[in-house]
């Protein structure tokens, strides 16, 4: 279900909550999700090649996932993609990388993650993409990767 303007500050509330762990393992204030602004969060909703959808299942919303794709051939990304807490373990964030994928085609996708959280690295590898060898340190406990697919 794509989000609409009206929807900005579910979306916000979702965030925080998804990405409360990582920000309370990492404290990286300045980057995580879940600290990101109301207008930030309003902007990714409203801007155009800018994607921001619901993942639903069973009729209640179990995560968010966004994908840029300003349809000139450049990669598309996926920026966040976050399951709730009590939702995680289910398959949904395959199920919506699949989706986003129907919607928006199969190629030239990125993404990047936290190299320490194992589990965002394996689903990311198990659906298909690859590092691509850049590794951006944030702080001594905390290194982004990028991975591509197709």
């Not at 393992?25 to 619901?54: C, N, R, V």
């Not at 996926?78 to 949904?92: A, E, Q, T, V």
């Not at 993409?129 to 951006?136: E, K, S, V």
Request: hydrophobic share 35%.
């Amino acid at each position: 279900l794509r989000a609409e303007e009206k929807d900005a500050e579910a979306a916000q509330t979702m965030q925080q909550e998804a990405f409360a762990k990582l920000l309370e393992t990492y404290q990286d204030y300045d980057m995580s999700p879940a600290t990101e602004s109301l207008e930030k969060i309003l902007w990714k909703i409203t801007h155009p090649g800018s994607y921001y959808y619901f993942i639903l299942a069973g009729g209640q919303t179990v995560g968010g996932i966004r994908v840029v794709d300003v349809g000139d051939g450049s990669r598309k990304r996926i920026s966040p993609l976050y399951i709730m807490p009590d939702c995680r373990g289910k398959g949904y964030a395959q199920a919506a990388m699949v989706e986003a994928e129907r919607i928006h085609g199969p190629n030239h996708w990125q993404l990047d993650t936290i190299l320490q959280e194992a589990g965002n690295c394996y689903l990311y590898e198990k659906m298909g993409y690859r590092q691509t060898g850049r590794l951006t340190p944030v702080q001594e406990n905390m290194t982004i990767v990028d991975y591509e697919k197709g």
